[in-house]
C-alpha cells in the first residue's frame, strides 16, 4: 500500500509513509474483510453510525499537506474510526479530536486508549471547535469531513501562520490547503488541491 502511495501518488514524507506502514487498517474497520480491499488506496470503507473510515490515498493526501512536525498541536474533526487519528499521534502530534456521533466517540475513544495513544476525544459540533477547554491555538486542523465552507469558529482557534486542510463542498469537494496569515477573511490563503468525496459535515451532535 504505501509503495503505491509513494509511486503513484507522490507520497513522499517518510514519517508520514512509516506511520501508515505500521498501524494494521483493519484495527479500525468493524466488518472483516479481504487484504485487497483492507489496502486498496481508493477505497472508504464503511465504520459505526453510516461513516466511513477515508481511502488510505486520502488520508496520506490530507495528512501530507499538513505539513505536521513532531509536537506540533492538531486539531482534527471528524474521529470516525480513529484511524487518521492514530497516524498523527504515530507522527508526534498532539491531537485533539471532535466527533459528532455518540456511538463512535464512545467506541474509538476507548480503542485509542487501548492502543495507548494520548489523543484527546471531544464529542460535539466541530463547526464550533473544542469550546470546553481551551487547548488551543493549534498549529494545524484537518477537517476529515465535507465541510459547506470554511468553520470562522475553528478558524479562530488557529494559530496565525498555521495551516487548515479541508474538503469544501456539498455532494463532492474540493480539497483545500487554507494559510491563516491572519484573522481576518483576506489573509486567509489558500490553494486547491483537486477533486475529493467525504462525507458530509453536519451540524450539531447526534446523541
Ligand atoms: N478521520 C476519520 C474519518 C471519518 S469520516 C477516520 O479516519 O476514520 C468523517 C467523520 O466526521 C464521521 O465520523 C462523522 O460523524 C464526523 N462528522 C461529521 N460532521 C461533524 C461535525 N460537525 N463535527 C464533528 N464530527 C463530524
Redesign the pocket.
Known amino acids: 500500500m504505501c509503495e503505491r502511495l509513494r509511486k503513484e501518488r507522490g507520497i513522499a514524507d517518510t514519517r508520514l509513509l512509516a506511520a501508515m506502514e505500521k498501524l494494521p487498517r483493519h484495527w ?1 474497520c468493524t466488518e472483516t474483510l479481504l487484504d485487497n480491499l483492507l489496502y486498496d488506496i481508493d477505497r472508504a470503507i464503511k ?1 459505526d ?1 453510516d ?4 481511502a488510505p490515498a486520502t ?1 496520506a493526501q490530507q495528512t501530507q499537506l499538513l505539513d505536521l512536525q513532531p509536537g506540533m498541536k492538531v486539531l ?10 492514530a497516524i498523527l499521534c504515530e507522527m508526534g502530534a498532539r491531537v485533539f479530536t ?4 455518540h456511538g ?1 466517540f464512545v467506541k474509538t475513544k476507548k480503542l485509542l486508549g487501548q492502543l495507548g495513544y494520548t489523543a484527546k476525544c471531544f464529542l ?4 464550533r471547535g473544542i469550546t470546553e477547554v481551551d487547548y488551543g491555538p493549534y498549529d494545524r486542523v484537518l477537517v ?2 465535507g465541510a459547506p465552507y470554511i468553520p470562522s469558529d475553528v478558524m479562530a482557534q488557529l494559530k496565525t501562520g498555521g495551516i487548515m486542510v479541508i474538503p469544501i463542498g456539498q455532494d463532492s469537494q474540493k480539497m483545500y490547503r487554507i494559510y491563516k496569515e491572519g484573522d481576518t477573511l483576506d489573509q486567509w490563503r489558500q490553494e486547491c488541491f483537486g477533486d475529493a468525496k ?6 450539531g ?1 447526534n446523541f
Do not use: A
Open positions: 479500525f465504520i453510525c461513516q466511513t473510515i477515508s488520508v482534527e474533526i471528524g474521529t470516525g474510526s480513529g484511524y487518521q487519528t471532535i466527533e459528532r456521533q463512535l460535539g459540533d466541530g463547526f476529515t469531513c467525504f462525507v458530509p459535515m453536519l451540524e451532535r
